[in-house]
T-cell receptor, first 113, second 116 residues
């Protein structure tokens, strides 16, 4: 069983739709949860970062962590064509730079106008 | 602020040949990472440096992969000899040192390696 599971999609939605992206994990020691966005031919860039359980909102993006279920989500409201990218979840058991990041395989999202 | 620089951007080699990738991290970032991202998968950490020293190389195939970070700045990753399964994007990332709080990793654009 992989440490982090993520449905690769692809996911295709119309502009303005609400998008829900999810990951599950098996390691209960994970405390730091991240969502990265990766455009084609580019490196990943950090979108959201959450420590432990709870919600975090940043503009059109909301990250949720449910540690009891080992389940994390990213919601995108009012999706735009510019949101078309691969979304990678990542997590770590330590917040310091000594903590290794474990990535999901990414979900490919296309938002069509 | 300049981002993480990597070169070359693309490389095509025959199996059993050797190849080297170069990375220049963001100025002042003491921690440097090399990741391997196979098509359709998430990045997998190969090696992590903090300044000149290796922090984690547990997933580096040491029989064919090597990496160095001289003077705690630039880094090179080498594969010798390459295998077909090494075809992937090799990502370099850097971050500030922190013992207590999470520090964002900044990724370069990657080097896309194709082994024929």
């Amino acid at each position: 069983q992989k440490e982090v599971e993520q449905d690769p999609g692809p996911l295709s939605v119309p502009e303005g739709a609400i998008v829900s992206l999810n990951c599950t994990y098996s390691n209960s020691a994970f405390q730091y949860f991240m969502w990265y966005r990766q455009y084609s031919r580019k490196g990943p860039e950090l979108l959201m970062y959450t420590y432990s359980s709870g919600n975090k909102e940043d503009g059109r993006f909301t990250a949720q962590v449910d540690k009891s279920s080992k389940y994390i989500s990213l919601f995108i409201r009012d999706s735009q064509p510019s949101d078309s990218a691969t979304y990678l979840c990542a997590m770590s058991d330590r917040g310091s730079t000594l903590g290794r990041l474990y990535f999901g395989r990414g979900t490919q999202l296309t938002v069509w106008p | 602020e300049a981002g993480v620089a990597q070169s070359p951007r693309y490389k095509i080699i025959e199996k059993r040949q050797s190849v080297a990738f170069w990375c220049n991290p963001i100025s002042g970032h003491a921690t440097l990472y090399w990741y391997q991202q196979i098509l359709g998968q998430g990045p997998k950490l190969l090696i992590q440096f903090q300044n000149n020293g290796v922090v984690d190389d547990s997933q580096l195939p040491k029989d064919r992969f090597s990496a160095e970070r001289l003077k705690g700045v630039d880094s090179t990753l080498k594969i010798q000899p390459a295998k077909l399964e090494d075809s992937a994007v090799y990502l370099c990332a850097s971050s500030l040192i922190s013992s207590f709080s999470y520090n964002e990793q900044f990724f370069g654009p990657g080097t896309r390696l194709t082994v024929l």
